[in-house]
């Protein structure tokens, strides 16, 4: 018999399916040369962005039990991350270089993003790679799953087959989830008024943990300068991922070889 070759484009959707993703598709970094100096940051030569979409239980997240909304929440992050680093790891194996980059955090913390942006904007590019629409709230709002959905993906040199937008327009713009909104950050159109969403959904985030510091140690301007600055947001980061490495050069740089002969 003639063994059956997948291509590698499938090959990648295949992984990320089997591995937490419920959506996936690749888009052409050319169509979002906005991001083109972030990609470059991240993996010079990067030419695709497989695009993981895992999806939230919505019986989790119309819970009015905060700590159920948590707990999925943190679950649909951990199976979107895993789907992508499984992807990028793949991709590395067959020799192209590949990195999986986050939904959430870690991100970049000093000015000028002071942790506000992450490297892709995974909305722009889950769109572009045909997986849903934009929503009148800003999000990505797809088929089978709405808005309810978080996002992830890697950056790759891979020649993958690129997916194309959607024709159609998903979001039936019906506005309830502008009606929704408890601190009316919706307007419509895609518009946040990201302040007053942050001050809501992020009230026990970084922001409240700035605010403690500056109670405690609010004195002078050393201490203002060291609560607004880009160290305690770092250190806010490192307790959040439980990962506070800063230096990886001894492992980058010890390479596999092969096995000495011993002359």
């Not at 050319?30 to 030419?47: D, F, K, N, V």
């Not at 713009?173 to 502008?178: A, E, K, R, T, Y």
């Not at 601190?183 to 605010?211: E, M, N, V, W």
Request: glycine share 8%; net charge neutral.
């Amino acid at each position: 018999m003639v063994p059956i070759v997948i291509p590698l484009t499938e090959q990648v959707k295949r992984t990320a399916l089997a591995n937490g993703a419920d959506l996936v598709g690749i888009v052409d970094a050319g169509l979002i040369p906005e991001q083109t100096e972030s990609l470059h940051r991240l993996l010079a030569g990067a030419t695709r962005i497989v695009v993981v979409v895992t999806r939230h239980s919505l019986s989790a997240l119309d819970s009015h039990n905060n700590q159920a909304r948590q707990f999925d929440t943190i679950h649909t992050y951990q199976e979107c991350e895993r789907a992508a680093h499984k992807v990028a790891r793949q991709i590395e194996d067959l020799g192209r270089a590949a990195i999986a980059v986050p939904a959430f955090i870690p991100i970049d913390m000093k000015a000028p993003k002071n942790g506000m942006r992450g490297e892709i904007n995974w909305r722009d590019a889950a769109v572009q790679a045909g997986l849903g629409s934009w929503g009148e709230n800003g999000l990505l709002v797809t088929r089978d799953f709405g808005s309810a959905v978080r996002i992830c993906g890697v950056a790759t040199d891979a020649p993958l087959e690129a997916d194309r937008p959607l024709f159609e327009d998903v979001c039936d713009h019906c506005l309830d989830c502008v009606k929704s909104c408890p601190p009316q950050a919706l307007s419509g159109g895609g518009k946040i008024d990201k302040k007053k969403c942050g001050d809501h959904i992020f009230r026990y985030g970084f922001r409240t943990f700035q605010g403690f510091m500056s109670d405690l140690f609010d004195r002078d301007a050393r201490a203002r300068t060291t609560i607004d600055g880009f160290q305690l947001r770092e250190i806010w980061q490192n307790f959040m991922t439980g990962n506070y490495y800063y230096c990886f050069r001894c492992q980058t740089r010890c390479h596999r070889s092969e096995p000495s002969t011993g002359e």
